[in-house]
C-alpha cells in the first residue's frame, strides 16, 4: 500500500532564516505530487505541483520554491522566511496524470515563524 | 469558472443528531470529480469519498450519505447519529479535466460534536 512521510512535523524558525521541508512517498511510482499551505483557520493553498522529476509548476508567486529531485522526493524551501509563511504545509499524491485521480494526503508540517 | 462553495463556515449539534453539510459547485466541464475530505485536529486531511459526474446515485457508508445532485451543482454529505470523533474541518473538492489533476477545495466546515 501507498504511504506518504512529512519532516518534520512542527518546526520554529526565526524571520530570514532558510527552510527545507521534506516529502516522500512509498508504495508507488512517478506519482503527481503537491505542496498545499493552510494557514490557520483558513482553507488550502495549492502552492506548487509536479508530474514528474524536475518538473514543477508554481501557483502562487512567493519566496518559496519546491524541487523534485527523485521521482518519490518532493521538497518545500526558502532561502528566507517572513513571518507571512507560518502554516501548516500538507503534500500529497495521487496517480498519472489526466485522471484526476484523489489526491492523499501526508500529516503535515506546522511551521511558526517568529 | 470553477469553484466550490460551503456556505457553512460553522456548525455545531449535539452527539447523536443528524448533521448535513452543503457544499456547491461551479463548473463548465461535463466530466468532473467531486471529494470530500475530513480534516480531525490532528491536521492530517482524510479522503472520504470520490465522486464522477455521470454517477449520481447516492452513496451510503456506514454513518455518512451523499447527496448529489447535477440539477442543483450540489454534493452534500450527511452524517447520521453524529458522534464527537466526528468533530473536525469537512472539506469538499473539486477536479475537472485539462486541469493538471488540481484539486480545487472549497473553505471547508467546521463540525462541533457536542457531548
Known amino acids: 500500500s501507498q504511504t506518504i512521510h512529512q519532516w518534520p512535523a512542527t518546526l520554529v524558525q526565526p524571520v530570514g532564516s532558510p527552510l527545507s521541508l521534506e516529502c516522500t512517498v512509498e508504495g508507488t511510482s512517478n506519482p503527481n505530487l503537491y505542496w498545499y499551505r493552510q494557514a490557520a483557520g483558513r482553507g488550502l493553498q495549492l502552492l506548487f505541483y509536479?508530474?514528474?522529476?524536475?518538473?514543477i509548476s508554481s501557483e502562487v508567486p512567493q519566496n518559496l520554491s519546491a524541487s523534485r529531485p527523485q521521482d518519490r522526493q518532493f521538497i518545500l524551501s526558502s532561502k528566507k522566511l517572513l513571518l507571512s509563511d507560518s502554516g501548516f504545509y500538507l503534500c500529497a499524491w495521487s496517480g498519472q496524470s489526466g485522471r484526476m485521480d484523489t489526491q492523499y494526503f501526508g500529516p503535515g508540517t506546522r511551521l511558526t515563524v517568529l | 469558472a470553477q469553484k466550490v462553495t460551503q456556505a457553512q463556515t460553522e456548525i455545531s449539534v449535539v452527539e447523536k443528531e443528524d448533521v448535513t453539510l452543503d457544499c456547491v459547485y461551479e463548473t463548465r466541464d461535463t466530466t468532473y470529480y467531486l471529494f470530500w475530505y475530513k480534516q480531525p485536529p490532528s491536521g492530517e486531511l482524510v479522503f472520504l469519498i470520490r465522486?464522477?459526474?455521470?454517477?449520481?446515485q447516492n452513496e451510503i457508508s456506514g454513518r455518512y450519505s451523499w447527496n448529489f445532485q447535477k440539477s442543483t451543482s450540489s454534493f452534500n454529505f450527511t452524517i447520521t447519529a453524529s458522534q464527537v470523533v466526528d468533530s473536525a474541518v469537512y472539506f469538499c473538492a473539486l477536479s475537472e479535466t485539462n486541469r493538471d489533476d488540481k484539486i480545487i477545495f472549497g473553505k471547508g466546515t467546521r463540525l462541533h460534536i457536542l457531548p
Open positions: 509536479s508530474v514528474g522529476i524536475g518538473q
Open positions: 465522486r464522477n459526474s455521470f454517477d449520481e
